[in-house]
């Protein structure tokens, strides 16, 4: 008997590595996707809501809601990365302007409503940018924690250090404020890191096996990756870049790909030096209570075996 699909809500800001984050999610009939809300990060918000939609439609999936939610951190300023997704966000391939529409709800109010609405412990959210829609949905209804199954976020970084400071992680440090609620609201948390993601890099010969597939969708994801990756190769010196937002997908899917631990993380808020560090207690040197799962490595062949079976299954 099979299981019945998962509720999944993604948050994210797309972004090269969000928009196939998408498309792995939007294929996989082990979940039903409920909506997608979009949060400033990457790029603006105005761009990462229609980019969102430029997935969906890529997709073919256009019965998929789409939400636009904060176009700012809850306190800072907003810190976007042109220079690794470029203006648009979604640098690489050409892809039309989007016809469906933008669904005309405040994401954050869809979220609450929807979180409301819904059986407790049932809905499960990837959030793959900033957390400043989450944690605004928590801090307006905190009854919606029961209703969430799990939250499975990609962000943060702890042996690996940040790729945004030396401490922080792009995703935690443009909205530290907004991690912190989330890391502190007691929602049963699994957070895939940049020592995760960096620990399984694109290989030539994946990106040669997906650019056979005669596909919009293999053409348009191998021109998206080939713009997004080059930012890391050049900074890291690596043959591939990291595919981040995708790994909560996979997570979801195959977590025996990934070595995880049970751990306390804390966000910092105070420091600007360390701000948006994820302060993660791998040795439990505290005896804090744990409130995260944290993921440190992940099977590399297993989790790009699952991405391209996903990407292509889709016909067009
Ligand atoms: O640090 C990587 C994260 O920041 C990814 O989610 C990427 O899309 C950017 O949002
Ligand atoms: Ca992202």
Known sequence: MTDAPRPLIIDTDPGQDDAVALLV???SPEFEVLGITTVAGNVPLARTQVNARKVCELAGRTDVPVFAGCSRP????LRTAEEV?????LDGPDLPEP???LEPRHAVDWLVDTLMAAADASVTICPVGPLTNIAMALVKQPAIAA???EVVLMGGGFFEGGNTTPAAEFNIYVDPHAAHVVFSSGVPLTMIPLDATHSALMSRAWMADLGAVDTQVARATVAMLEFYERF????????GGPLHDPCTIVYLLR???????FCHVAVEIASELTMGMTV??????TGNEPNCTVARRIDADGLYDVIGTCLKRYPL
């Open 85 to 89: 997704h470029g203006v648009t966000g």
């Open 74 to 77: 809850m306190v800072r300023a």
């Open 232 to 239: 890391d190769m050049e900074r890291y010196g690596t043959e």
């Open 147 to 149: 209703k969430i199954r």
């Open 280 to 285: 993660v207690d791998w040795w439990d040197a």
């Open 25 to 27: 999610a939007l294929a």
């Open 255 to 261: 977590p025996d790909l990934f070595e995880t631990r």
């Open 99 to 101: 016809t469906m529409a």
